[in-house]
Each structure stands twice: as structure tokens, then as C-alpha cells.
């Protein structure tokens, strides 16, 4: 690979360009989350070199967690964040504790415009929300890829199962995914560190599931925990889980999976990589005479100079959202809509998750039995409801798709508040172990309709100068029905099970309340009706690459994570490829 | 060598952390503290005594040894509204009034049943607004006791790190 670094800094003719123009780089990667950690790791184990993007600040592993190590009595207010911190977040909810406050932008870092209400979490600090995601790692099937031809939604992907298949397996050696081998064609099994256990209940509830339904099944969910180090995680300086369940604010052993503990170390140690934090990217440059992108326009966030990087190719990995929005910005002669958009699909068809159905219950059997640890993954129904074919009688007929099913829950330790003086003490200091609690969330797929989408605001602008995202996004009716279903089926299995005091409801949270949007410059078959090709190029843009949530046709109902890295070393592989033959 | 790095995660992890960057203070002392005393100092004593007598000392350590009082008053001074802060004023007012109209001296020169009548009358009083400073007090309190170090590592047993996770064992036998 030819290395092309400071060549274009080093001619002399034109001072004031040279200043800008600091760097030329084979590759550049926009973000340094779950996606762009891949990108990263994998074009700069390629030999390129790579400049990766970030628009917060740095966090090295394990010393950039500050909390990590804290036990409760050290934060000053038990995690309660005081109100007059909390007032400088606006109406920014997630990661609210003190635990966790450091990894929460404030409003005025990206205001954005809710044409409807809309929940947008973002993790712009190196690492993005590898280090804030749940960690559930399921792969997609064909039922789930076939998913848009089969009902006439969206557009067909242009891949299948077996097209990412064997990304999967490569991304999970990597990452290290505890998971059982379960045998289900609709859930397929990958490459598995061993699982962690199910609980008491959960496993009742499997056998229940088991002998009452044929068309269910309750499994342990695959986590990107590491139950057994490999030498691929040592040599990483990851260590086992310690099963603390303190993963969001950093694992200091790298226990789990984060572009921190793993990725970008990793690219790190070829000496290829220049991580840049603090470069908000403003727009990708495309040179209209060569016909292809040039290089990224970014605004230095300490300076707000801005500057402009240089490379062959160029990796979007800015989180769906956010990667919309610098593609809607990235505009030319050539593409005065944004870049790649010459069909006025980009932005549209945003879909996310749907997690409003929920479900609690108590179970009053096992009392002679606990639970011993802390347990970080949790019981997973794969998706049943039309799941062979859409059905055309009886509940499930009702909407398209279906939901997979989170499950958990244990015995807590019960306080005795009552009374007050030595008989209080005496309660507080020997608490009860309580109930059997059992809970159940809804992971739905939406739909993708053209209506949601998003778009750059006319007039406003941040603090950069960068023009507003405007988010247009709602439920659909065929949402509401999925839920009530949800509703249904669940109390009839919980019921089933034995479970008591159930209660399930329908949360009516905002779109994107998830953290799973995804979509707007969705992968397809045709140019005109697609952003993306089946090696996640833009069609009319062949160097630019977009590999995180937003190159999604549609959603499945599975955390998407695994997906958007099996995806980006796939993409990073092929582009490489190209840029070798000379034909990118 | 790939051993050596992953011993020095480890090492590092188990050091914990000396010193915050900048980018972390929004919640250190400095950026939360409130920059006034919420409660005057006679307030402050029946607030102390209050403590003390939900959970006292026995053979093992009080709410009051272990600075409960002082979490309380914090709490309420950052994480609440100011009609919550009112109304713990007004309560322990109320608090050592009603101490005086009943045993003819302030609250903290009663003996411990006293107190505990006291705080009973407060308990149960018609008032919305006296039950509603007695439950944040007291919840304050229980809050503050069972996640303070002592009673956390010597009562609770409290393990940061597992290491494992078993998920069906014999419950252990209820002590007491």
C-alpha cells in the first residue's frame, strides 16, 4: 500500500492551503464507536494509514474511567445527580447519574429538531457507545434479511445470511461472545465463548415455554462478555467478566467489548493509526473532477478552525444519525442534496426499535433458592410472530413482522423500613431476600416508511455552524398493534409459567428511545432506490463507505451492534481489496 | 509480553483512580457544592438528633457516627426543589416545638424515648406536609446509613467483584 502521508502539506506553493491541509492519509474513518473502532483496527491491520475522527474527547481505556472503580458510598450523592447540574443537560435524560454524567453531551454540543418528540442519545467521546451499550449480540438470518422482499416493505437487501456469515464469526473470535449453541435457524449460532448461566425462573420459564409452545423458545442471550479468555483477548490485555455490572462506566479488565478495550488499541499497536478527538466533521469533500470524495472538512471543537484531512477512502461511521447528517451537509455541484443523493432518498426510511412493551411479574416458588453473582446478559425469546411467513388469520395477522423478547430478573433483598430506632437498625442490618421478580421488554421491528426521516433545518445552525437535523419520526399503527400483542402473549405466557402479580404495559416512549435508530442511507440493490450498494458503497461515491446504523434497509429485531462490525470488516476487507487493484 | 500488558490492566484497575480530568468534574465537590448552609444551626442539631434517633448507636455504630446527618442536609440542599428544602426546615421547627410543647424543653435535650414519641406525633401527623418531611428525613436516613462503608462491608456483604455468576444456589438460611 502506498502511504502518501504529509505529501500534500510538504509542496510549496500555496502557504495558506498548506496550513489546512495538514495531512494526507490512505484512509480516514468518521467516529471511533462500535463501527468505526472495526474500520479502524481493520484498515490499519491492512497497512493503511488511517486518520480516525472523533468529535469528543479522548478516553483511554481504563484510566479515562473515572468512576469505574467507585464503590456507592464515594459518590458524593449516591449517584442522584444535584439539580443544578442536571439543569444544564435541558431535557437530556440518559446516563442522568453521577456513575455516569461524564458520558452525556450537553444540549448545546448538537441542538437538534423535533418535528416529533424523538429520543437521540449520543456517546461523542472516543469509544462513542461501545461503552455504553447493552451487549447483546444476536446475529440476523435470512428471515430476517428477506424480511422487506418477503412483505413488501423498504427495499430487497443485497445481501444475505450468507454473505455476512462468515464476518460474523470473524468480528465474535475477536470481541469474544459468550452465547449457547441453541440450533435455531432464526437465531443463528456463532463462534461462542461459554454462556453464563440462566437463573432459577428463567429456566422454569424456558421448560414452560418448551412444552406449552411449539413455535418459542427461550434461550441465554449472547453477550460480547469474555467468559473464557482466548489468546486473541490476552493478547488484547482483556480479561475475563468479573460480573460486577458495572459496564457503563467503563470496564476496567475489558470484560466486555468496547472500541477502548479492544479496537482501537489494537490499531494503535501497527503504528498506522492517528486518532484525532475533538473533530467534529462538517462535511465529506467531493472533488468533481476526479468524480470521488477527496477528504473531510472538520471543526477543530477547541479552536473551531476549520481544517481539512485528505485519503483514498473514507469510512462514515458517525452513528446512524449523525452520519445522515454529515451526508446531507456533504454538498457539491454534482450532489447539491447531499453526498450520493441523487435519488432524495438520504435521510429517509430512519427506523429504529420498538421497546414500548413492557412486562413485570413475581414468582413465588424457589424460595429455597437465589442467585449468586451478578448476571450480565438475560433470557431472549427470539422473534415467533410471522416468522415462516406472514401469517393471515389469528393475532399476529393483525401487523407486519414481530418482536424478540428480553427476559430477567432475580431476588433482591428486602428492607423492613418500618418502626425507627434499635428495631430499625436491627431490620436495615439483616434484610430478607424478597420474591422471585421476573421481567420481560419488547425488541420490535419497525418498518421503515418514507415519512420518517430526517433533514437538515433551513436555517438553523449549531455552535459550529453546521446546520440543525431536523427528526420527523412517529409510530405506526402497525407498531401500536405489535405492542398490544406483545402485551398479550407475554401475560399468556407469563400466566402459563405460574408467574403472579403480572403487569404488563405499553410505555409509549419517543421513537429512539431504543438507542437502536438506524437507516437514511439504506443499503440496496438499485441506485434508484437505494444509498448504498451491497458492500455498503455509496452508489454514485464508490470511496465512501457507510457501515454504521444508518446504511440499515431495515431493523430485525436484534441488537444491532454485531451486525454494524461484521458489516464494517467486511466493507473494510472489500475496500482495501479495491484500493490494491487500483480500481477505487 | 501480552501477559505482562494484561497484568498491568489488571494492576491498574485495582489501584482505582487517584486523580479526576478535567472533563470529569460536573460532579465533584466543587461544581455541586451548594455555596450556601440550607439549615440554620439550631436546625441543623434537632436534624442531628432526628438521625440519631431513627437509627441509633447500639453495640454497633449510629446513623450520626457515620455523618448520615450531614448526607441528609446535602441531599435535600442539591437534589431538591426549594419547597422540599422549606419544608425540612419548617419540619424540624416544627420538630422542636412540639418537643417543647410536650416535655417543656427542646428536642435535643430529650432523652431518647422522648424523641421517639416526638418523632411519632410528627409520623402520624394530620399534616400532609409534617409526613411528607418525616418520610425524606427517614428515607434520607436509611438511604445514607445502609450504602455508608461501614454498614456496607461489615453487614451487607457487599462484593464489588463477583467474579462469577451462579444462577440457581440454596438461598443462605436467613440470619435472624
Redesign the interface.
Known sequence: METCAIEAAMKPNNREKNRRATVRYDAIVIGSGISGGWAAKELTGKGLKTLVLERG?DVK??????T??????E????G??????RA?YGNIRSFMR?ET??WTIKPDEQPFVEEQPFTWTRGYHVGGKSLLWARQTQRWSDFDFEGPARDGFAVDWPIRYADIAPWYSYVEKFAGISGNKDGLPHLPDGEFLPP?????V??HFQGIIAQKYNDRQLIQGRCAHITDPQ?IH??Q???QC???N?CVRGC???GYFSSNSSTLPWAEKTGNMTLRPHSVVHSIIYDEKKGRASGVRVIDANTKEMLEFYANVIFVNGSALNSNQILLNSTSSRFPNGLGNDNGLLGKFVAWHNYRGKISAQFDG???????????SNGYIPRFRNLHKQETSGPASRFLRGYAVGVGGG?G?V?N?EG???A???Q??????GPWNVSGWMMGETVPIERNHVRLDANLKDKYGIPQLVTSAVWTENDDKMVVDYMEQMTEMFAAAGFINIKALDSHSNPGSDIHEMGGVRMGKDPKTSLLNEWNQLHSVKNVFVTDGACMTSTGTQNPSLTYMALTARAADYAVKQLKKKTL | MERRIALKQIALAAGGLLALPDWANAWTKTSVRSGYVLLDPTQSQVLVEMVDTLIPASDTLGAKALGVPDFVQKMVADCYEAPVQQNLKTGLEAVDAAAKAKFNQSFVRCDAAQRMEVLTQIEISPEASRKEFYSLVKNLTIQGYTTSEYVMTKFLHYNPIPGHFYGCVPAPIAQK
Open positions: 474527547r481505556h481504563v484510566t479515562d474511567y473515572p469505574a472503580n467507585l464503590n456507592p458510598w459518590f458524593e450523592h449516591r442522584q445527580v444535584p439539580l443544578a447540574v444544564q453521577e454524567l461524564h453464563i448461566e440462566l437463573n432459577c428463567e429456566t489468546p490476552i493478547e490485555g482483556r480479561a468479573q460480573h460486577r458495572l476496567p479488565f475489558g424457589f424460595l429455597d433458592k437465589t442467585t449468586d453473582g451478578k448476571n450480565p431476588r433483598m428492607q423500613r425507627m430506632g434499635l430499625l437498625k436491627e436495615l442490618l439483616n434484610p430478607q431476600l
